[in-house]
């Protein structure tokens, strides 16, 4: 059979129904073996980015893998950002880039370039992909397929790439005499796994102000019924990071809010008076602990299970002190702490509990002098509204800066809702070729938040979502240039703008005539009272494009300033009310700007 024939029907074996592609000379013969099948379809985009970016978004909402195809060059280099964003977020997607024939490849020449678009795209992408290989020889098609969707899917997840070249893609091949790839043995739980499963449970029972940090490798791991188990033996509160807000609905006794740099005020006052937290999944990176890693939970005993010990290893290294670090599966750990866990008690948590319920009542992230703004849109209050509205099972994918963090502030997740971003990569203009992605994925409501500079970057996208007529809800959250570096550009240069707004020589279109003349329909909503205009938004068929109109000064609040420890948001507390929430010693004051930044 010819060996595009193979991968195509590779491919389709894995379970992926669509692949994101954009043609080119190097690609078309793998695209014209997708194309004579029935059971997967390639699904053209208007760049390869967005392409990158649809596949990672497919890949979460399935749950399986996301595949995207390019050609040699430019086409494979145009996949890099949205390959980066699968890597850091641990995602299974393949890639495939078509490649020069063997026979033009410039191998070990110091030649810059023999083949037309040459270009070494194994060595560009093997930092941010679990493998990246070259095929040049027909007969390791299998083996190189096969291990790559093996190490995409095993172990700590993430990205792989094959750069094939275009005449072997148009090889011929017997299939029944290919190499095969072996898959390792894999390993079982230890008993160094029960022992610190053991010592976990003792921790847990000696602890006074308990708190569970769920992460995304919950979700990764197929763990997410097993965490909700563990928090109901348990009966600890629980402070989801951002990958983790839709593993429990927000109105959940037990949920105290997420924390971190840009979370709720009563997420990290609960985190930093914990005296025992118990993460699962999560590589506390600094968005979340802060830039002063030592000041995280530092009156806590702290146990920390991640799969990969590469990121356990770090923390002595940032000066983070873990008191249990533990290597392990979540799959495993779970299966032997929720043993031990049987007939479970710890200690009486009622003064914790009315702890939590204090600073949570106190710090309402949409507080009522809010809705009382008479000019545009005050993006907490259309958050607030959005989360009345939404469909109960809606996916519901926000873009980057602050359209992300009004959004993970502000939207309050219920139900079977599910929630997703590039977390850890966060590019401006994820949102717009995700949802189209997400949409291919499921029949369920897709609702995208964007921003004016985000939506700006993949903004061709419009023309496959029109095309396709998927009926993704777009809203942007127009502040008229880069709000969160306005913002930072107040704190750290005493407000000198430059490169974020029309005044400072950033260029900003009309992006509802844009979507106008993609053949979107559209709607605008510029105050208060237009905000019921949201349901007749999300009940809208097909797609549709609302902006919503908000003042250019809007900040976003609470968000730390860098030097302080997260419990001490800006803007800051009166000092005296501040310690009066801290149940372990205040630090003492930085010397860093007290404003928003």
Same mark, same amino acid.
């Given at each position: 059979?010819?060996?595009?024939?193979?991968?195509?029907?590779?491919?389709?074996?894995?379970?992926?129904?669509?692949?994101?592609?954009?043609?080119?000379?190097?690609?078309?013969?793998?695209?014209?073996?997708?194309?004579?099948?029935?059971?997967?379809?390639?699904?053209?985009?208007?760049?390869?980015?967005?392409?990158?970016?649809?596949?990672?978004?497919?890949?979460?909402?399935?749950?399986?893998?996301?595949?995207?195809?390019?050609?040699?060059?430019?086409?494979?280099?145009?996949?890099?950002?949205?390959?980066?964003?699968?890597?850091?977020?641990?995602?299974?997607?393949?890639?495939?880039?078509?490649?020069?024939?063997?026979?033009?490849?410039?191998?070990?020449?110091?030649?810059?370039?023999?083949?037309?678009?040459?270009?070494?795209?194994?060595?560009?992408?093997?930092?941010?992909?679990?493998?990246?290989?070259?095929?040049?020889?027909?007969?390791?098609?299998?083996?190189?397929?096969?291990?790559?969707?093996?190490?995409?899917?095993?172990?700590?997840?993430?990205?792989?790439?094959?750069?094939?070249?275009?005449?072997?893609?148009?090889?011929?091949?017997?299939?029944?005499?290919?190499?095969?790839?072996?898959?390792?043995?894999?390993?079982?739980?230890?008993?160094?796994?029960?022992?610190?499963?053991?010592?976990?449970?003792?921790?847990?029972?000696?602890?006074?102000?308990?708190?569970?940090?769920?992460?995304?490798?919950?979700?990764?791991?197929?763990?997410?019924?097993?965490?909700?188990?563990?928090?109901?033996?348990?009966?600890?509160?629980?402070?989801?990071?951002?990958?983790?807000?839709?593993?429990?609905?927000?109105?959940?006794?037990?949920?105290?809010?997420?924390?971190?740099?840009?979370?709720?005020?009563?997420?990290?006052?609960?985190?930093?008076?914990?005296?025992?937290?118990? #993460?699962? *999944?999560? @590589?506390? %990176?600094?968005?979340?602990?802060?830039?002063?890693?030592?000041? $995280? !939970?530092?009156?806590? +005993? &702290?146990?920390?299970?991640?799969?990969?010990?590469?990121?356990?290893?770090?923390?002595? #290294?940032? *000066?983070? @002190?873990? %008191?249990?670090?533990?290597?392990?599966?979540?799959?495993?750990? $779970? !299966?032997?702490?929720? +043993? &031990?866990?049987?007939?479970?008690?710890?200690?009486?948590?009622?003064?914790?509990?009315?702890?939590?319920?204090?600073?949570?009542?106190?710090?309402?992230?949409?507080?009522?002098?809010?809705?009382?703004?008479?000019?545009?849109?005050?993006?907490?209050?259309?958050?607030?509204?959005?989360?009345?509205?939404?469909?109960?099972?809606?996916?519901?994918?926000?873009?980057?800066?602050?359209?992300?963090?009004?959004?993970?502030?502000?939207?309050?997740?219920?139900?079977?809702?599910?929630?997703?971003?590039?977390?850890?990569?966060?590019?401006?203009?994820?949102?717009?070729?995700?949802?189209?992605?997400?949409?291919?994925?499921?029949?369920?409501?897709?609702?995208?938040?964007?921003?004016?500079?985000?939506?700006?970057?993949?903004?061709?996208?419009?023309?496959?979502?029109?095309?396709?007529?998927?009926?993704?809800?777009?809203?942007?959250?127009?502040?008229?240039?880069?709000?969160?570096?306005?913002?930072?550009?107040?704190?750290?240069?005493?407000?000198?703008?430059?490169?974020?707004?029309?005044?400072?020589?950033?260029?900003?279109?009309?992006?509802?005539?844009?979507?106008?003349?993609?053949?979107?329909?559209?709607?605008?909503?510029?105050?208060?009272?237009?905000?019921?205009?949201?349901?007749?938004?999300?009940?809208?068929?097909?797609?549709?494009?609302?902006?919503?109109?908000?003042?250019?000064?809007?900040?976003?609040?609470?968000?730390?300033?860098?030097?302080?420890?997260?419990?001490?948001?800006?803007?800051?507390?009166?000092?005296?009310?501040?310690?009066?929430?801290?149940?372990?010693?205040?630090?003492?004051?930085?010397?860093?700007?007290?404003?928003?930044?």
């Amino acid at each position: 059979m010819k060996l595009s024939d193979y991968i195509a029907q590779f491919l389709a074996e894995q379970g992926i129904g669509h692949v994101f592609v954009i043609t080119g000379g190097c690609i078309v013969h793998t695209i014209d073996s997708l194309a004579k099948r029935d059971d997967i379809k390639y699904i053209p985009v208007q760049h390869e980015q967005a392409g990158a970016m649809a596949a990672d978004a497919y890949a979460r909402v399935t749950g399986g893998m996301g595949a995207a195809l390019a050609t040699s060059g430019p086409g494979a280099t145009n996949l890099l950002t949205g390959v980066c964003c699968a890597y850091y977020d641990s995602i299974p997607t393949i890639f495939i880039t078509g490649q020069v024939p063997s026979g033009q490849l410039k191998r070990a020449s110091k030649s810059r370039q023999i083949g037309f678009q040459e270009t070494d795209v194994v060595s560009i992408f093997s930092t941010v992909t679990k493998y990246a290989v070259l095929v040049d020889d027909p007969k390791r098609i299998r083996y190189e397929l096969e291990k790559a969707v093996y190490l995409a899917r095993s172990g700590r997840p993430g990205p792989v790439l094959l750069d094939v070249c275009d005449d072997v893609q148009r090889a011929d091949i017997d299939p029944e005499k290919l190499e095969g790839f072996r898959i390792p043995d894999e390993k079982h739980a230890s008993a160094a796994l029960e022992a610190a499963a053991e010592e976990c449970v003792r921790l847990m029972r000696e602890a006074k102000r308990p708190v569970i940090i769920p992460g995304g490798g919950i979700r990764l791991s197929n763990t997410v019924q097993q965490f909700r188990d563990l928090a109901d033996r348990a009966g600890f509160p629980v402070a989801p990071t951002w990958a983790a807000v839709d593993f429990l609905p927000y109105t959940d006794p037990r949920v105290v809010g997420t924390f971190g740099v840009s979370s709720e005020r009563a997420g990290n006052f609960v985190v930093q008076n914990a005296d025992f937290v118990l #993460a699962l *999944g999560t @590589r506390l %990176d600094t968005h979340e602990i802060g830039p002063r890693a030592s000041t $995280f !939970a530092r009156g806590a +005993k &702290k146990v920390v299970v991640d799969l990969d010990q590469a990121e356990l290893d770090k923390y002595g #290294a940032i *000066g983070l @002190r873990v %008191d249990l670090p533990v290597c392990a599966d979540l799959r495993d750990f $779970f !299966a032997v702490l929720l +043993k &031990k866990l049987a007939g479970f008690k710890g200690q009486d948590l009622a003064e914790w509990r009315s702890y939590i319920d204090g600073v949570k009542s106190r710090y309402p992230i949409c507080p009522p002098q809010y809705r009382d703004q008479e000019d545009k849109v005050n993006p907490y209050v259309f958050m607030e509204t959005l989360s009345q509205e939404l469909p109960d099972e809606a996916v519901v994918i926000p873009d980057c800066g602050g359209n992300l963090i009004w959004t993970m502030q502000g939207l309050h997740l219920r139900g079977r809702q599910r929630l997703i971003t590039s977390f850890n990569h966060s590019p401006m203009g994820y949102s717009v070729p995700a949802s189209m992605g997400a949409a291919f994925a499921t029949s369920k409501p897709v609702i995208c938040i964007t921003g004016d500079g985000g939506c700006q970057m993949n903004v061709q996208e419009l023309a496959t979502i029109a095309y396709y007529q998927l009926p993704v809800k777009i809203f942007l959250l127009d502040n008229h240039g880069h709000g969160i570096i306005k913002q930072t550009l107040d704190t750290w240069l005493n407000s000198r703008y430059h490169a974020i707004n029309t005044d400072s020589g950033l260029a900003m279109p009309d992006l509802v005539k844009v979507a106008q003349a993609y053949g979107i329909k559209t709607e605008s909503i510029g105050s208060h009272a237009e905000l019921g205009k949201v349901r007749d938004v999300l009940a809208a068929k097909g797609p549709i494009f609302c902006r919503i109109d908000m003042r250019q000064d809007q900040v976003l609040e609470p968000k730390l300033v860098f030097g302080r420890p997260i419990e001490d948001s800006a803007p800051l507390l009166d000092r005296a009310e501040f310690k009066k929430n801290m149940l372990v010693p205040p630090l003492d004051e930085p010397k860093v700007p007290a404003k928003v930044g």
